[in-house]
């Protein structure tokens, strides 16, 4: 009788069953799926930043936004030149605006610290400058972000910001919405943000730093022509030669008195003829010394309860008396208030016919009292009334 047959090895198992094998099957093919998935959804999103601004015309790379020149639509235009910052800029003749129905130049209205180039008689080209301090000196697009923008950065030189905010009494909420660009203007690195969708009067906005703490803030609409004018400004090199020793002569529109002030410094025309000094190219810039010179047509005062109402910033100031002012041949009060952000000194000289009075008007922060108190004395040493 034979012997059986022993098999020497690893036993044999028995086959699986069909539904463990679908199991496994079905997890592979599932980790599979997430796997791809993940990859997939990071190469696209990437791909997404990267071409966000391509696929969609809405929202401009810094190339597509050209402002070169055009030197056959720009060789006739006028000339502006503000001597205050210290830049240069051409805009169009009424033949050169195809778009309007009625043709008219541009006109330059220059008011304080505003700058408008607009033809009255088609507001789709406008183009409006606005001189603002920036005592942070931040680079243009932190200045732009002080407006409440919520960011998301695009690309290395372009962002998505949006702004929410809401304008009292005129209805609901109202978004904006911006697409801020890294571009350079006039040599200078700047931001242009491209209006995405805004309340109906919003328009593009332009942030170009400027020497020292000045930033010009540009509004315009995101017409050919416009951006023609943008891509003509040009900074002058300023004259250093000139300095606080060296004066010059301010004369009153009235032809009633007249001043020296330092040559470097700025005079700023505001309302009702009164008149700025100031060494800023900015009215009003905050933290900076200004001199005001004012006639004013009505009995001097002796006292210095006129300015009890009297708020340049912050709290009702804390005046002290009142006292006779030393000059040369006229009569003059000197009054003093202390204010949180600074401090206040007025002179009120008497006109020789006694009918008013001229008021210099000195603000200055604490820290720059010695310098403030200088070019002050400096100043009401030079004044003198007209024949």
């Not at 036993?11 to 796997?35: C, G, R």
């Not at 304080?112 to 301090?133: G, Y």
């Not at 009292?369 to 030079?382: G, M, R």
Request: include cysteine; charged fraction near 20%; hydrophobic fraction near 35%.
């Amino acid at each position: 009788m034979d012997e059986p047959h022993i098999l020497v090895g690893k036993e044999k198992q028995p086959p699986k069953s069909l539904p463990q094998q679908n199991i496994l099957m079905l997890t592979a093919l599932a980790l599979v799926f997430i796997l791809s998935f993940i990859i997939g959804f990071t190469y696209k999103s990437r791909q997404l930043l990267k071409t966000i601004s391509q696929s969609n015309p809405n929202l401009p790379t810094p190339a597509s936004i050209n402002l070169t020149p055009t030197p056959d639509l720009v060789a006739n235009w006028k000339t502006y030149t503000n001597t205050k910052i210290g830049y240069t800029l051409k805009y169009p003749k009424a033949e050169d605006i195809t778009s309007c129905q009625i043709k008219k130049d541009y006109e330059v209205d220059e008011f304080s610290d505003t700058v408008k180039i607009i033809p009255e008689t088609c507001l789709a080209h406008r183009f409006i400058i606005f001189h603002q301090s920036n005592p942070e000196k931040l680079d243009p697009f932190e200045y732009f972000m002080q407006g409440n923008y919520k960011c998301e950065q695009l690309t290395d030189d372009s962002y998505n910001c949006k702004r929410h905010f809401t304008i009292k009494y005129k209805g609901p909420d109202l978004d904006s919405e911006y697409q801020v660009s890294k571009i350079k203007i006039g040599g200078k690195d700047s931001i242009y943000a491209k209006v995405i969708k805004a309340p109906s009067d919003s328009h593009d906005l332009v942030i170009i730093p400027v020497q020292e703490d000045i930033v010009i803030n540009i509004s315009l609409n995101s017409s050919q022509i416009t951006k023609q004018i943008l891509s003509t400004i040009w900074f002058l090199e300023r004259d250093k030669s000139t300095t606080t020793e060296e004066l010059k002569i301010f004369m009153d529109p009235n032809n009633i008195f007249s001043v020296q002030y330092p040559g470097n410094w700025f005079i700023h025309q505001l309302l009702n003829q009164k008149v700025s000094l100031s060494p800023s190219p900015i009215v009003d810039c905050g933290r900076c010394i200004s001199i005001t010179l004012e006639l004013i047509q009505e009995k001097i005062p002796i006292t210095h309860e006129p300015f009890l109402d009297y708020k340049p910033e912050g709290p009702t100031p804390t005046w002290i008396p009142a006292k006779k002012y030393p000059m040369n041949l006229y009569n003059a009060y000197f009054y003093e208030g202390t204010v949180h952000a600074g401090e206040i000194k007025i002179v009120h000289i008497e006109t020789p016919d006694k009918t008013g009075y001229v008021e210099l008007n000195l603000i200055y922060p604490k820290e720059q009292k010695l310098e403030a108190e200088k070019f002050f004395n400096q100043i009401l040493s030079t004044f003198e009334f007209l024949d």
